[in-house]
């Protein structure tokens, strides 16, 4: 069931959504939490259709908050509201508002999504483009207890990877690491099964891929080793290797599909690591919402030390990384003004 509401309020809304449910049937919808999805129209549809999915394993509230561009000073100046009111099979397995926000009303969006949020419950806040570089201190993200990113989607991954370090909050965490729990998972019971110690390790994917840079700074943190970041064409993470006292663990995933796991002593294995769909990695993010503080250990490791987008970075426990461009600056400036002042 859609029903459409032009030049609305929150109250309105509200009143529809419980007249959307009385007419299905379901006055009492259970569900956990809200998901509120800031996102554009151009992504919109993608992002509302991941959400969806995910509201089957966690029946949610989806409120999606468009910000409609203004293009005369006249439009910009008139604030309005449109919303669509999405319940039953049309919303997954809770329900959707599509907030489009005109004008003024753009830039307080939060005045809107509070009176929508469902009492006593959880909020969860995702962008899936165009994060804000604090999420935290923005006014949606300070509504919620977990506030979810995805770095790949930025137009510099690797630059916007130091930022999501240097603005970290508890409660943040990013679709990018989301994509790494397989591998993690996968390395950690290669690493039960074959306990050594790890002399060095070296992570292999495509350039510019911000999940290869996360999967190197988490091995070189847990591990206390040097890891070395190579390049291949993709899709993703190719492979990992790590060098232990008693041999060689290699995990290679060619296809983006099917990985082989090759250990001494030990057939070959071949075991399932495809990629997984934004529903899937959305739908585990919200499976927990507390804060993640190994995802905020790997963040803040060594984010300054990666290497530019076409070359590969070393990271590791004894890697010091070299000082920014202009850090020596105010020090040569400082001793040039004291030999001047000496002559």
């Known amino acids: 069931m859609k029903i459409d509401l032009t030049e609305t309020t929150s109250s309105k809304i509200n009143q529809a959504l419980v007249s959307a449910r009385r007419s299905i049937g379901t006055p009492a919808i259970g569900m956990v939490l809200t998901l509120v999805v800031v996102t554009d129209e151009e992504n919109a549809y993608d992002a509302l259709r991941a959400a969806a999915d995910s509201s089957r394993e966690h029946p949610s509230r989806i409120i999606a908050v468009i910000k409609r561009i203004s293009r005369s000073p006249r439009s910009r100046r008139d604030a309005r509201l449109d919303a669509e009111i999405r319940v039953g099979s049309d919303s997954g397995s809770g329900e959707t508002v599509v907030l489009r926000l005109h004008g003024e009303l753009a830039n ?96 292999e994917g495509e350039s510019d891929n911000p999940s290869c ?77 507390d804060p993640d503080n190994i995802y905020e250990s790997t963040v803040k490791f060594g984010v300054e030390r990666l290497g530019g987008p076409a070359e590969a970075s070393s990271v590791g426990a004894g890697h010091k990384p070299s000082p920014p461009a202009g850090a020596a600056a105010p020090a040569a400036k400082k001793a040039a003004a004291k030999k001047a002042a000496s002559k």
């Not at 201190?137 to 770095?151: C, E, F, S, V």
């Open 213 to 289: 840079e996360l999967l190197a700074m988490w091995l070189a943190d847990r591990l206390g080793v040097t890891v070395e970041r190579t390049l291949s064409g993709g899709p993703g993470l190719t492979a990992v290797r790590l060098e232990t006292k008693n041999g060689v663990i290699v995990l290679d995933r060619a296809d983006g599909s099917l990985a082989t796991l090759s250990m001494v002593g030990q057939p070959d294995r071949a075991v399932a690591l495809k990629r997984r769909e934004t529903a899937e990695l959305l739908a585990e993010e919200l499976r927990r919402l």
């Open 108 to 203: 307080h969006a939060q005045s809107v999504v509070l009176p929508l949020l469902l009492p006593d419950a959880p909020v969860v806040v995702w962008w899936p483009e165009d994060a804000p570089a604090d999420p935290a201190k923005d006014p949606l993200g300070a509504l919620a207890q977990r506030r979810i990113t995805d770095t790949y989607s930025a137009e510099h991954p690797l630059d916007e990877l130091a930022v999501r370090a240097a603005t970290y909050n508890p409660g943040d965490t990013d679709l990018a690491w989301t994509r790494i729990t397989p591998w993690r998972s996968m390395l950690a019971a290669a690493l039960d099964q074959q306990p050594a110690q790890v002399i060095s390790a070296t992570v």
